[in-house]
């Protein structure tokens, strides 16, 4: 199948992109990787009159810490993200994550803000950027604005983007010192969509945990949060006992859906040993990040 025909602009500002939004009487999409768009085109899944091509704007490229925060561009391609040595310092969930996401064609071109934009509930950076307690940042007629990452995803493929607004850059921040990250996910074969997968950031004080933040993604319409499972980690010691409280709490968390590929009771028994294995890999010290 082909897309059904479409005009095409490349633009090379931000304020650029906006303006030919706002100035496309039909129906406009931007396009960044185009790795999620032009399947969707070719299977006339989505129809648009045009596509503003934003894969040129330096703006919204580049990776850096600023403002006690690291500051990761929309355009940052997932290979890039791979790569990146302030990543893999500052937020290492991320390192792990991208290198299960899809195969090296499509890292190479796919993006961080695309993958964001699009909030493909079984997509991995979405529930990363929950666990991180990361911010998202922006772009529209009106200037920028920030939403956390806890509020930006609303629904299955919905987000706070509206409507000719542009997602700029993620805003992490820095982890202070005895963080401890990780990103594992259970699939049928590398490079699939995960069956479960899960976000852990957890701050330590002393041999215990202060903070836990557990975002699981391929559970339901959005990246998910286990608020039980995360209560039975804080104040007490990574270990055995605590580890089999969050389990048997992380029960009440998830309620995914039966679907063709997996059982709802699959998916939440998967969910489980996932949360077990990651939480024993964080005790033991192991794949953990001790943030500047
Ligand atoms: C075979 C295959 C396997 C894949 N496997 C995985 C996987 O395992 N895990 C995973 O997470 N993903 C996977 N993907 C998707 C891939 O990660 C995409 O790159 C990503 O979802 C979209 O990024 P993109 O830059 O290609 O966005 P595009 O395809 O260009 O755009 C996607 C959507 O986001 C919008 N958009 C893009 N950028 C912005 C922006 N800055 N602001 C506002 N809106 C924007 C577009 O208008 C469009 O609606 C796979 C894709 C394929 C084809």
Do not use: W
Not at 40 to 48: E, F, G, H, S, Y
Not at 154 to 182: C, H, K, Q, W
Not at 232 to 257: Q, T, V
């Amino acid at each position: 199948m082909k897309a059904r025909a479409f005009d095409y602009r490349r633009v090379a500002s931000v304020a650029e992109a906006l303006d030919a939004y706002a100035g496309c009487p039909g129906e406009a999409r931007y396009l960044a990787g185009g790795q999620s768009l032009l399947p969707a085109l070719n299977l006339r899944l989505d129809a648009p009159d045009l596509l503003i091509d934003i894969g040129r704007i330096d703006a919204l490229r580049g990776i850096a810490v600023e403002g006690g925060a690291l500051r990761i561009g929309a355009l940052t391609r997932h290979a890039e993200t791979l790569a990146s040595d302030l990543i893999a310092t500052h937020a290492p969930m991320l390192t792990e994550a991208a290198a299960y996401m899809a195969h090296p064609a499509i890292r190479n071109l796919g993006t961080m803000g695309g993958s964001l934009a699009l909030a493909d509930p079984a997509s991995e950076l979405p529930a990363c950027m929950r666990a991180l307690g990361a911010y998202i940042e922006i772009t529209g007629p009106a200037g920028i604005r920030s939403v956390a990452a806890d509020a930006f995803f609303r629904d299955l493929f919905e987000t706070a983007i509206a409507p000719g607004e542009i997602l700029s850059a993620v805003r992490v921040p820095l982890g202070r010192p005895n963080t401890r990250m990780r990103f594992d996910e259970i699939a049928r074969r590398r490079g699939d969509y995960a069956m479960v997968g899960l976000a852990a950031h957890l701050v330590l004080a002393g041999d215990a945990v202060e903070t836990a933040r557990l975002a699981f993604c391929s559970v339901g319409p959005t990246p998910v949060r286990a608020p039980a499972a995360e209560a039975a980690l804080a104040g007490r010691p990574l270990e055995p006992e605590s580890i089999a409280a969050a389990k048997a709490a992380l029960a009440g968390d998830l309620d995914p859906d039966d679907d063709d590929t997996l059982s709802a009771a699959a998916r939440k028994h998967l969910a489980g040993v996932l949360l077990g294995r990651v939480l024993s890999g964080l005790g033991d010290g192991r794949l953990t990040a001790e943030a500047a």
